[in-house]
């Protein structure tokens, strides 16, 4: 693999990725900052999906990370007003589904689509 390429992937990942996440955590009301903190962007994925923190350990057992992902992902999906075909194409197509999440007129409805107090939102 030559250099020019690996900095090609650095810099989408760097930018275009967490402006991606910006976009999400604006619509959600938390600190766009976060999305450029690598931990710290898991963390506030995890707050807004309405997982607690601790669910950032789970992602470190082996095949047991990529299930927790798609739950996580599924909560997402719900929290913007979107259903289980979003969540699939949030697996498969994750950049342009995120891209989606972050900038369409959908808003945030609380952790997992529920008010914030926790009843489903209307």
Request: net charge positive; charged share 10%.
């Amino acid at each position: 693999m030559n250099a020019g390429y690996l900095i090609g992937l650095v810099i989408v990942d760097i930018v275009v990725i967490r402006l991606i996440y910006m976009g999400t955590f604006k619509k959600a009301g938390e600190p766009v900052w976060a999305a450029f903190v690598p931990i710290v962007q898991i963390l506030y994925v995890l707050k807004i999906a309405g997982r607690q923190w601790w669910w950032i350990l789970l992602f470190l057992i082996p095949c047991v990370g990529i299930i927790v992902w798609i739950i996580v992902l599924n909560d997402l999906s719900k929290s913007f007003g979107h259903g289980v075909g979003f969540t699939i194409a949030l697996i498969f197509l994750s950049i342009i589904f995120f891209l989606i999440l972050s900038y369409d007129s959908k808003p945030y409805l609380g952790p997992a689509g529920k008010g914030p107090l926790g009843a489903p939102a209307a």
